[in-house]
């Protein structure tokens, strides 16, 4: 049995702008970072389907002829995403050149193993033409072969620069981190979901400092499409086997692409195959195979007849007819080629289904990268597509299980991977402190009776997708670096907040809680911790930031969800409506206010309308458990605290105030004492 999830939804206004091209052929986010063409190492950041292989074109072709480049090397992960860069006639769109590879040149099409592609980079790199597209397998075969210094005076271009890592053993990431050291080439890095919180650091901070950054945000993305207008992110519970209950949240009459779990998950019967039978024989009566397509033919109880893409089967004949048909440019603009898709490792990056509008996701997947990955592929725009969503189906911890505390897990990781889509998915904050020569900003709209000078006041830029938020009390960056994280890194602060355990268990199941222990102090040692190299002030100016942006998502989606039906809200979304009405309906907005919220408040109410009381009552029960009594780290950090308190308040917090945070410092200084104490009595 499943039952569903509020699912936030955030509404778009669909105005197309992020496809319309200017007088060079360049869409938005392409603009943007051709303007940044003559950086040295960039980094672009955007969505799926923004455009960034055609991006890369432009700059490439600048750096070749504008530039004193000898040749451009374009690297990306797997043979299937070498097309991107196939020939593109730019100038027939306004460009002053046109995009060509030899085809001796693109080793993605090439055949042979990496042993005589690896020979090909040699021969390029001794030749005239100009481009050169490779795996990232080859290109690391070729620096160790050539070594780095046979790259000088070219633009290495790296595609889904997340499968880079800063980790020794990640020879990509080592390579680029000698070719930075030896600062002779250009490097142009793309990624659709760069997040840095997943394992570990893509790069070291002291290059990625050199790196000039573009983003693009999926809010950006998806509000200048021409057709799609709402997105749907939510997650279901189920018990017993999925394949059962998979009609409750798969829709025949939606494209779908489904994942089934990983076959050593927790949510896996261990026999994949069986898996797909079932889930086809719950939509219908199989009707044989397409032999054109190899696609499988089902007939609905209502008499259409479905056509399911199975590229689970591990027969390698079948599963390459089916990928084959899948990827047929013939076929990319016909709707009805294809109606679900039923993958498990596959079709996730760079598979490109315009039509898909349910991204369906069965068992917890540890990769955030992976899940931005998966929506991106329901978040391509399309004639008559409307709506799309992504699904996570994951098994109800059961109390009668050995493996409660990893289901317990799975569904904490699950909510915070939620939490940062939403986050992820949502408007721009710039955040600006509330002072008396404070005032309105170009372009920003403040609502019904415009910019108010006696409060703080909300703005809204629709084009941009960025809000302009006054709050009161707050700390400015100082140095370049904390402007840049505030600006471009909140996410990722976001990301190691609520993926660390401690924090998300407390926030979701600990009733004695008191909001800033998380607030300020959890985030606050996360920003310590990530980025030691700032001072203490901007230290705090990165935790504020990074908690008010959380918290204002948060308090806009409890307002959405609290507002019922939500489908009337037109040209905005319901999450832009929440924070003028949250940030309206508060006296004053204020840091104070924003720490006391507990961040994890409307993901609680949302997992207790979902989850059996039961099974609730296990997680609690196993969380309650590990509860420890206060540290002697968590007390140094209530004590700091507590003598910022003294500085504001003149007095150091009491034990017996009535406000719970005053108290809880109070507790962290009587604690430090005792110990002192203890010490000095030997």
């Avoid at 990431?173 to 002779?184: C, N, P, S």
């Avoid at 494209?255 to 019967?269: D, G, Q």
């Avoid at 402190?433 to 372009?443: D, F, L, N, Y």
């Avoid at 003598?643 to 410092?665: A, H, N, Y």
């Amino acid at each position: 049995m499943t039952k569903g999830v509020p699912s936030v939804s955030v509404k778009y206004a669909a105005n197309g702008s992020s496809t319309k091209s200017n007088e060079l052929g360049m869409r938005a986010m392409q603009e943007r970072a051709y303007e940044k063409r003559g950086e040295q190492y960039l980094l672009i950041k955007s969505p799926p389907a923004s455009g960034k292989s055609r991006a890369l074109m432009f700059i490439a072709l600048d750096k070749l002829h504008n530039q004193g480049l000898s040749q451009a090397i374009v690297v990306v992960p797997e043979k299937s995403i070498g097309s991107s860069f196939n020939d593109e006639p730019l100038s027939k769109y306004g460009f002053w050149a046109d995009w060509t590879v030899q085809p001796q040149w693109n080793l993605c099409n090439a055949p042979g193993g990496d042993d005589g592609k690896v020979g090909a980079v040699g021969k390029f790199l001794e030749s005239d033409d100009k481009v050169l597209v490779c795996t990232h397998a080859t290109f690391r075969f070729a620096v160790d072969k050539f070594g780095i210094e046979a790259f000088d005076d070219r633009l290495i271009a790296v595609d889904e620069f997340h499968h880079v890592s800063a980790n020794p053993d990640n020879k990509l990431g080592t390579h680029l981190g000698a070719l930075v050291a030896r600062d002779k080439v250009h490097l142009v890095a793309m990624t659709g979901s760069y997040f840095r919180g997943d394992a570990e650091a893509v790069l070291s901070p002291e290059d990625e400092a050199r790196f000039d950054t573009v983003t693009y945000t999926y809010y950006e993305q998806l509000n200048g499409y021409k057709y799609l207008k709402s997105l749907d992110i939510g997650y279901f519970f189920y018990s017993g086997s999925y394949a059962n209950d998979i009609l409750k949240v798969l829709d025949p009459t939606e494209k779908t692409i489904l994942h089934i779990p990983n076959v050593n998950s927790r949510e896996s019967t261990k026999d994949k195959h069986r898996e797909v039978e079932h889930i086809i024989d719950a939509l219908g009566d199989w009707q044989g195979t397409d032999p054109a397509t190899g696609f499988q033919l089902v007939k609905t109880p209502e008499g259409g007849v479905l056509r399911i893409a199975d590229l689970v089967d591990d027969e390698p004949a079948k599963r390459d007819k089916v990928s084959a048909a899948l990827k047929d440019p013939a076929q990319k603009n016909n709707r009805d080629h294809v109606d679900i898709i039923i993958a498990l490792g596959m079709a996730k990056e760079g598979f490109d289904w315009i039509w898909c509008e349910h991204a369906l996701t069965v068992g917890y997947r540890a990769s955030l990268t992976e899940i931005v990955q998966i929506i991106g592929r329901a978040t391509r725009d399309a004639e008559g597509k409307t709506r799309a969503r992504f699904t996570n189906l994951i098994a109800e911890p059961d109390a009668a299980a050995e493996a409660v505390t990893e289901a317990v897990n799975d569904t904490l990781k699950a909510i915070a991977a939620s939490l940062l889509m939403e986050q992820v998915l949502a408007p721009r904050f710039n955040f600006t402190p509330k002072t008396a020569k404070s005032g309105p900003v170009e372009r920003f709209d403040y609502g019904d009776g415009g910019y108010d000078p006696s409060k703080a006041n909300v703005g809204f830029n629709e084009a941009s997708g960025q809000f302009q938020i006054e709050i009161k009390g707050l700390v400015e960056p100082k140095s370049k670096e904390a402007k840049r994280i505030c600006q471009e890194d909140l996410n990722e602060v976001i990301t190691a907040f609520v993926q660390d355990k401690t924090t998300i268990e407390r926030g979701l199941f600990d009733e004695e809680l008191v909001p800033e222990e998380l607030t300020q102090v959890r985030m606050g040692k996360i920003v310590g911790a990530r980025f030691p190299e700032l001072d203490a002030e901007d230290q705090e100016a990165v935790r504020q930031h990074a908690v008010a942006a959380l918290n204002l998502t948060q308090k806009a989606k409890e307002i959405a969800l609290s507002s019922g039906d939500d489908t009337q809200t037109t040209g905005n979304t319901a999450l832009i409506d929440g924070v003028r009405k949250f940030a309206m309906d508060v006296r004053e907005l204020d840091i104070d206010l924003i720490d006391r919220i507990n961040p994890f408040g409307e993901a609680y109410s949302i997992l207790a309308k979902t989850m059996s009381e039961e099974s609730l009552r296990q997680v609690q029960a196993v969380i309650s458990a590990k509860k420890v009594q206060l540290s002697p780290d968590e007390a140094r950090d209530l004590a700091k605290r507590a003598v910022k308190f003294k500085q504001e308040r003149g007095r150091l917090p009491s034990i017996t105030s009535p406000d719970p945070w005053e108290k809880k410092m109070a507790e962290g200084v009587a604690y430090l004492a005792r110990m002192k104490q203890e010490a000095a009595n030997g």
